[in-house]
């Protein structure tokens, strides 16, 4: 049986300031050695890819400065099970503490990465608009927030993500136009 929930923290520099045991113990049964020496470190050096960081630390601003709290799914597969799992991220209120707690949802096992063969996984050229104002993205013609967005796309449920393009929204485009 297999963890089922854990949690951490991370102060106003990102850096891990709390794991607890269900942080462990999900370390290790992923095979992750370096987890016991986590604390102190950027919370961004544990996150894979590029645009998936871009994306996490917007998604952490996001919920310091305007939402207070969000939860979202997400995919985190381990070596033999695919798992997807539901993270709740919380600014604590006055502070830049952020906290993040994370439960499985569902769990099965797979012994071979079958997940490369899904139609769903997403093709590398998928790009993914964002105003280079706003920070919003663009989803189906519409402009939203990145939490909305990952929720609209399931971004993080996907092995790859798509590339991120810089651009301007229609309302930046007149609000600069205007000025
Ligand atoms: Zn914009």
Redesign the pocket.
């Known amino acids: 049986m297999s963890t089922q929930t854990l949690s951490y923290a991370i102060d106003e520099h990102d850096h891990l300031i709390r794991v607890d045991e269900g942080y462990y113990r999900f370390a290790e049964e992923n095979g992750w050695e370096e987890a016991a020496t986590s604390l102190g470190r950027s919370l961004w050096d544990y996150v894979a890819g590029h645009e998936m960081v871009k994306l996490q630390r917007l998604l952490v601003r996001r919920v310091r400065n305007e939402l207070g709290d969000v939860e979202l799914p997400f995919r985190c597969d381990g070596p033999s099970v695919r798992r997807e799992m539901n993270i709740r991220i919380v600014a604590r209120p006055g502070g830049r503490v952020v906290l993040f707690s994370a439960r499985t949802r569902h769990e099965e096992p797979r012994d071979s990465p079958q997940w490369l063969l899904d139609p769903a996984t997403p093709r590398s050229d998928e790009v993914l608009e964002m105003?280079g104002?706003?920070d919003?993205f663009e989803v189906d013609g519409e402009?939203v927030e990145v939490e909305e967005a990952a929720r609209r796309l399931e971004l993080f449920n996907k092995a790859e993500l798509p590339a991120i393009s810089h651009g301007?929204?229609p309302?930046?485009n007149e609000m600069l136009l205007a000025a």
Do not use: E, L, Q, S
């Open positions: 105003c104002w706003c919003r402009w301007i929204c309302d930046c």
